[in-house]
């Protein structure tokens, strides 16, 4: 097993939110169940709550739309997010500890 063959069975887990993804840009490998796909621009990937299921990019950057269900996740953006401080993407930083 590959390094990122790991990292996606560490985050295939069933979640208490539905998610749907339509690609504009990029591909991603998505693991629903015991089924695994890509989607690529155009694509729609539905993922329903209470089954396992992960992505990874495959071809980045990717840019999508999101939609989760029930709603709620735009809470936990709200509470972790920050306004822009500018136009455009914000410079790469690593990860930040929360303890």
């Known amino acids: 097993m590959d390094r990122a063959d790991r990292l996606r069975a560490a985050a295939a887990r069933a979640r208490p939110r ?18 695994r796909w890509q989607a690529g621009p155009g694509d729609f990937a539905f993922l329903p709550r209470g089954v396992p299921h992960a992505f990874i990019v495959t071809d980045g ?8 269900a029930p709603a709620g996740f735009e809470r936990f953006v709200r509470e972790l997010g920050r306004p822009a401080e500018r136009p455009g993407l914000p410079d790469p930083s690593g990860p930040t500890s929360s303890c």
């Open 61 to 68: 950057p990717v840019r999508g739309l999101q939609i989760a």
């Open 18 to 35: 539905g998610r749907g993804f339509y690609l504009l840009d990029g591909q991603i490998t998505v693991e629903c169940g015991d089924r």
